[in-house]
């Protein structure tokens, strides 16, 4: 996938996967990871700048598998930011599809 496409759509992948449930960082990689193909190394800084941004809380929880794992979870102030960018989203794919349907029909 293009590299630009990828960051423009990735906050909104993140937030939505973090509206369903509570993600730890490297669980919130695989689950992103389903859509686009993404590393520790792009996602932890967009979770450290979502939650600067207070779109995110964390909160530690222990694991079984070693040291607690920091949890995130989507604020008041994340769920609008998330449905912002979902209509941002929906209508600029909805005037790129029309575009290229009327291109290719003249």
């Known amino acids: 996938m293009n590299a630009q496409f990828k960051k423009g759509v990735l906050e909104l992948i993140?937030?939505?996967?973090?509206?369903?449930?509570?993600?730890?960082?490297?669980?919130l990689v695989e689950e992103v990871s389903k859509v686009v193909d993404v590393n520790e190394g792009t996602i932890y800084p967009l979770l450290k700048r979502l939650t600067n941004e207070h779109y995110f809380e964390t909160y530690l929880r222990e694991s079984t598998?070693?040291?607690?794992r920091k949890y995130y979870h989507l604020t008041a102030a994340g769920?609008?930011?998330?449905?912002?960018l979902e209509q941002e989203w929906n209508e600029l794919t909805e005037k790129v599809g029309r575009f290229l349907e009327e291109c290719r029909h003249g």
């Open 65 to 68: 598998e070693g040291p607690p």
């Open 79 to 84: 769920v609008l930011y998330r449905d912002r």
């Open 14 to 27: 993140v937030l939505e996967s973090v509206r369903q449930r509570d993600m730890y960082g490297y669980e």
